[in-house]
């Protein structure tokens, strides 16, 4: 049974940073890109970041690039967001996907909420 | 950026069909992939390579994609079915999700 697990989130101050990570288990970890896609309260999900299964390429949406990095360790079973400069936009929740068939998101982790505030 | 627009709400009484569109510049060229997201949970894929469901997914919801329009089909709609859709498309090393409409069980 695949299974995802966020773990890490919480409050931080704008400008500051925060790292969270997924665990994985279920399934060969390494042969699947990874996804992480937020929801801010009441609204609807946002792409985030995305980075293929040897880790070897990256992607990000416009409104993190330069201050988000996304990153794994297969070693670990374990995809990661580093957030840095972060303001109140950056509120939400934020799931961890595992890619599945033609890009889909066919498993979603339960989401951690990242909440910036003063 | 790619945009996929799809309406805030449809409504549907029990029992009957419910169509969600999601449009989008050339969306036939694209496989579509759909998410059902209830209140407090995560979403869950429900359509992916525009019509395939996955396992464990009712028979009652399907795809359809061409042109500048994908559709999400739920057939014999039931009140479980009430809930947050949304459409993505993978275009151009970027994620793009659809606007989300509301599916409201009369």
């Known amino acids: 049974e695949v299974q995802l697990l966020e773990v890490g989130g919480g409050l931080v101050q704008p400008g500051g940073s925060l790292r969270f990570s997924c665990g994985a288990s279920?399934?060969?970890?390494?042969?699947?890109?990874m996804t992480w896609v937020r929801q801010a309260p009441g609204k609807g999900l946002e792409w985030v970041s995305a980075?293929?299964?040897?880790?070897?390429?990256?992607y990000y949406a416009d409104s993190v690039k330069g201050r988000f990095t996304i990153s794994r360790d297969n070693s670990k079973n374990r995809v990661y967001l580093q957030m840095n400069a972060v303001t109140v936009e950056d509120t939400g929740v934020y799931y961890c996907?595992?890619?599945?068939?033609?890009?889909?998101?066919?498993?979603w982790g339960q989401g951690i909420p990242v909440t910036v505030s003063s | 950026s790619y945009v996929l627009t799809q309406p805030p709400s449809v409504s549907v009484a029990p029992g009957k069909t419910a169509r969600i569109t999601c449009g989008g510049d050339d969306i036939g060229s694209r496989p579509v992939h759909w998410y059902q997201q209830k209140p407090g949970q995560a979403p869950v894929l429900v359509i992916y390579y525009d019509s395939d469901r996955p396992s464990g997914i009712p028979e009652r919801f399907s795809g359809s994609n061409s042109g500048n329009t994908a559709t999400l089909t739920i057939s014999r709609v039931e009140a479980g079915d009430e809930a947050d859709y949304y459409c993505q498309v993978w275009d151009n090393n970027n994620d793009h999700f659809g606007t989300g409409t509301l599916v409201t069980v009369l």
């Open positions: 996907a595992k890619r599945g068939s033609g890009g889909s998101c066919d498993y």
């Open positions: 279920g399934f060969t970890f390494s042969g699947y890109a």
């Open positions: 980075i293929s299964g040897s880790g070897d390429s990256t």
